[in-house]
Structures are given as C-alpha cells and as structure tokens.
C-alpha cells in the first residue's frame, strides 16, 4: 500500500494550505479533491476580500486561489483530481477512487478539509428546475459564464445571499427581492447596501409560501412570518421570476471523520468533530480544517489550514516543538484579528446596539439593507469639508483595513483595532485619486466634492458593471436605497490596474444631493421615484 | 434508552398536516407525511429511518435531505434537532459503480 507522510482530502481553501504549509516543512503530502479543477470554492469568489494585508484583503478571492495553486505547485504539492475519497478508516487508511479503480492509500496523517454542502428549504413546489442553491448560481454565473436566470428571488440576506445576489445584478439578471425570515439582515452591511443602492427591495421576516410553476419556476409568492414563523394573514406578496436563489446556510462534510470515528457533535451549525485549536480530532493523526470543522469563510479556513500543516509537521518530526509554537502563535494572531468584531463567531445571532465606538447601530440597515438618511451623518467617516473628500459609510465593526493603506496621504486612519470604523484624518490633504474607493472590499467609500462649481458637487463612487458609462452621458442618481434621486450626468469613469476592476465613476449632481446620491443608472428607466 | 411505548404516549397520535405531500428525499422520493407517520411508528433515530424508508439512501446520500428529515423527526418529537441519534456513516461516502466497488481488491500492491 503506497504511504504519504500526509494525505489531505479536499483541495480547497483549508486542504491547499495545508498541504503547503506542511510541504514547507518538508513533508511529501498529496491532496485528493473529487473535483476537475482544484481551489474548492475559492474560484468562485470574484469579490474582493476583507482583513488585512497579511488576510490578502482587498484581493479577489479567485486571484487569491491562484496564489495558493502556484504556491502549493513551488513546493510540490501532489494535487491529485477527480479523486473521490470513498472511505477514511481509524488505521488512517484512505480508500480513493481514481478513474476505474479504487485505490487504499496510507498516511501517518490524515487532514480532512471537505468543507460544506448547501442548506435548503422547503416549500411546496421547492423540487420544480429553478429552484437552486446560491453556490450553483455562482458556479454557472463565475465558472461556467452561464446565466442563472433572468428574475430571481434570493432567499437568505447572509454574505452568501448578498454577495450572490450582487454578482447576480452583474451578470445582467434582476434580482427582485431579497428575503429572510430572520428579523434582521444576517451578512455584513456593506455587502446589504451594495445590494439595496441598486434598488432590490429587502424583505426580512419574510420567507417563501410556495413557489408556482408546473414544469419549472414561473412565479413565486412571499409572506411575512410572526416570532414563532407562522405566517402573516394577509400579507402574502407575489413576483414572476424564473428563478428562486436559496442562501440559507451552509452544513460541514463531517460524515468521513465520523466513519473514522472522531468524536463528533452535533451543533445547530451542523455535525462537526471535536478537535483542538490545530484542528486535531480525539483520534490521534487525524485532522480537521475549514468548513468541515465549523463554517465559517475562506481567509480563516487558509489560516486554520497552516495551522493544522504545522502541527502535523510537529506530530511527524518534521520541526521541533519550539519551532511549531512560534508558527502557531503567527498564525493564531492572524485568525485572531479575523474573528473579531461584530461578526464574530460569539455574536452570532446577538443584537449589538452599539458600535466600539458607542455610536448607535443603523436599524434601518439591518432592516432594509441601507443606512437612512437621518443615520447616516454619525459615523466618524462621514464628513463635511470643501474640496474632494472621502466619505466612508462604513457602519459596523468589522476585521477590515486596506482604505487604511490605500491613501498615500494618509487622510484615512483605522489604528491598530482592525475592526474600529474609519476616521477621516483632520488635517490630511485628499488629492482625489479614488484609491480608497476602489480598495475598499465593501464598496463603502466615495469621494465627495460638495460644491464643484456653483450650485453642483461631485460624487465619485465604485462601479462594477459593464457597459461602463461614459463621459458626457446623462442618467439618474440613485440613493441608498435604490430609488431616483436626481438627474445627473457622468463626469467620467476611470479604470487603472491599480483599482483592479473596481471602477471609478464620478457624476455631477446638484450641491444639496452630493451626501444623497451613491448609485448611477443610464437614462431614467429605472426609475422608481 | 428512550421507552418508545412511553415516548409514542407523549408525542400523541399522527395527525396529517397540510404539507404532508412534501417531497423531502428528492432521491429516493420520500414525503413528510411519510417520515411524520414513521415517527408516530416508534422510528424515532435517522438510521432507523433510512433504513425504513430509504431517506438518504439515494445518489445524494442524504447529503440535502439529512437536516431537513432530522429537523422533521425533532418537531415530531418535541425535541432538539441535535437529540435526534444521526444516521451512522459509512464507505462507499460518494456513488460509486458496482463493477470499480467490486474490483476492489484492499491493499493488493
């Protein structure tokens, strides 16, 4: 039986970095992913990440699966594709079946990233084609080039549902509602307001009554639920969409750390192995990172990985103790800095009324998807100043910094509190290069020139669809919350390598509509006003 | 160990619901009606449940059905997803054809 010094199963997020981080240290390990391509879900991501430098934030996530894949690839990770693991026994005896034969392999470790599958719910008519999960939209949408559908209803206002949602409206469908059952918009309010400013209604507390169609989805009807989910007499909504879109969460892959007879437990998160912070189950040799181990996003499952590789590194003899905690306490800090903030793993489901900073959390944001008008002049990034200034909507505490190190002027500071909101510097000067803009993974920062010329400011904000305006063209401004609220004309759209796809679009608006105005629409077809 | 006699006493007796035509397996094409009136039966674990009416035992493994059939059982019997005993997990974890499965040879080198 052929032996590897590591076997890793799945090569996503967790499982390459693993994988790498023990190659580092001179194991041979191989990794087995039952897929085509590797990167798991990396190379779905087209946004871009939050965190810090060291977290890649601000990196697209399929670039930053690219990364991984020539890093593995320097340090001679065996990646072995279309490679289903059938079987992991205690013996960390691995059972593979590659092409048309089923191979036993052994490994003095065995790390299993398998990461997650897709919730679904039911309702009648949730078995009709068109009802879909979010990660198949964005596999057809982001792998495939296919679109999804044309109308679709999202169900889920988590970063899987927003995000999906927003890449939807960028590949040219229409999302016409985003729902939730949840009172509350359960992802990051960045990810919400992107959304909302392109004027998708958000329905919280509401959730799916059926879905209509006899051979596929040709409408869908929504209704409001009560505290205990019942629903609301009188209060059902209808839409004709082709699609239905359903984020509700993810459940771990755990079931081959069962069969290997990890301990397990089962969490309202979905069944997952006992393990200690390297990701070490109750049987000795056998790991667990990522997803499979406890959901949560790709930067942490990179981090959980190197954790794990280092570790197994120690296990095998491969770097002294000494050698190992030093690693660990570097990459400990890391997921530290992501786990902080409002969304952090201890807050989940928690109202936080409060920002650090003591300023009052956005209601209306976590209600409707934006901040309001009468909220919004609170936060510290939102000032008033002559001249081009940015304003930085940024509202809840979250691991993210490169507007930080964006500005070569250092107008924009966020201290050494990964998750304090940002501060515009008193005194810097804003020479309007829009790098912030196109920095921040939120799309949250626009540079505002309140008065322009007499009369007309202009706001710069970032533009991700395509065609790009151009100068000159005429259109509506919309505001946060999607509706019309101006006419306006484009000043111009900048692209630069530097902005990485994040277009800069600066409109021309009347002086008193420059704190109103964060969205742009050719002609005056969308309007809703 | 659950006293099923007792359990069957305190759940009541199966009443039919309106969503009772459900499909919840899409595999195997089992309903919630069905799984609902299995528990009435004294099926009160997942593996017992497979086994009964085949849920999860289809292409998917029950890899999308598997929490919804558990959070079904758990409202049946007035408990917590999490107290429902989960199916046991076994090899082969993925389909796979019978003629490749039974070529298996173990360690053969």
């Known amino acids: 039986m052929k032996r590897y010094d590591l076997i890793v199963i799945g090569g996503g997020p967790a499982g390459l970095s693993a994988a790498t981080e023990a190659a580092k240290h001179g194991l041979h390990p191989v990794v087995f992913d039952e897929n085509a391509r590797p990167g798991g879900q990396l190379f779905k991501q087209i946004h871009k990440f939050f965190g810090s430098k060291e977290h890649k934030a601000k990196i697209r996530g399929f670039q930053i699966g690219e990364e991984l894949l020539e890093e593995a690839e320097k340090y001679g990770v065996e990646v072995c594709l279309n490679a289903a693991v059938i079987g992991l026994y205690p013996e960390k005896e691995v059972t593979v079946r590659i092409g048309e034969e089923v191979k036993h392999v052994k490994g003095d470790a065995v790390l299993v990233a398998t990461g997650a599958s897709e919730n679904m719910v039911t309702f009648p008519g949730w078995t009709l084609p068109g009802v879909i999960g979010a990660g198949a939209a964005q596999t057809m949408m982001n792998l495939h080039h296919v679109k999804a559908g044309e109308k679709i209803l999202m169900l889920g206002s988590g970063n899987v549902g927003l995000v999906v949602s927003f890449q939807l409206m960028q590949a040219g469908c229409e999302v016409v509602a985003l729902v939730d059952a949840a009172k509350r918009v359960g992802g990051y309010g960045v990810h919400a307001a992107k959304v909302a400013r392109l004027g998708v209604p958000f329905y919280l507390s509401h959730t799916i009554v059926e879905a209509e169609g006899s051979d596929c989805v040709t409408g869908v009807t929504i209704a409001q639920v009560d505290e205990k989910f019942q629903f609301i007499e009188g209060t059902k909504k209808h839409f004709d969409v082709d699609t239905i879109c359903m984020a509700v969460g993810l459940s771990p892959m755990s079931q081959l750390l069962m069969q290997a007879g990890c301990k397990m437990e089962d969490t309202p998160g979905g069944c997952v192995p006992v393990c200690d912070a390297s990701g070490a189950t109750s049987v000795p040799g056998i790991y667990a990172a990522g997803d499979v181990s406890g959901i949560e996003e790709a930067s942490s499952a990179m981090i959980e990985g190197r954790i794990s590789g280092a570790v197994i590194a120690e296990y095998l003899g491969y770097i002294t103790e000494e050698g190992k905690k030093a690693r660990e306490r570097e990459l400990e800090e890391a997921l530290e800095a992501l786990r902080k903030g409002m969304f952090a793993p201890e807050n989940r489901g928690k109202l936080l009324e409060k920002t650090e900073e003591g300023i009052d959390i956005s209601m209306n944001l976590l209600e409707k998807g934006y901040v309001a008008e009468d909220e919004i002049e609170r936060y510290p990034g939102v000032t008033h100043m002559a001249g081009v200034h940015p304003v930085m909507e940024c509202t809840q505490n979250i691991p993210c910094n490169p507007c930080q190190d964006a500005c070569a002027k250092g107008c924009i500071s966020i201290g050494k509190n990964i998750t304090s909101l940002p501060v515009v510097v008193p005194g810097a000067e804003c020479i309007g290069c829009g790098m912030c803009v196109a920095s921040c993974s939120g799309q949250a920062i626009f540079l505002v020139d309140e008065e322009s010329e007499p009369g007309y400011g202009t706001v710069t904000l970032p533009y991700e669809f395509l065609p790009l305006p151009e100068a000159g063209e005429k259109g509506i401004a919309l505001g946060r919350d999607g509706t019309k609220v101006c006419d306006c004309e484009v000043v111009s759209c900048k692209s630069a390598k530097a902005f990485d796809h994040t277009n800069l679009l600066t409109i021309k608006v009347p002086a008193d509509m420059t704190m109103k105005a964060r969205f742009y629409k050719k002609g005056a077809k969308f309007c809703q006003a | ?109």
């Open chain 2, 1 to 109: 160990m659950v006293d099923i006699q007792e359990k069957l006493k305190e759940i009541g007796p199966f009443v039919p619901g309106a969503e009772d035509d459900l499909l919840i397996c899409r595999c195997e094409e089992v309903t919630k009606g069905e799984i609902r009136k299995a528990v009435h039966e004294g099926i009160f674990t997942v593996e017992e449940m497979r086994r009964y009416l085949r849920n999860g035992m289809g292409l998917c493994q029950g890899q999308t059905c598997g929490r919804l059939v558990k959070g079904i059982m758990a409202r049946e019997l007035k408990v917590r997803p999490a107290e429902i005993e989960p199916a046991t997990a076994r090899a082969p974890m993925r389909p796979i054809e019978m003629r490749i499965l039974a070529e298996d040879g173990g360690d053969r080198e």
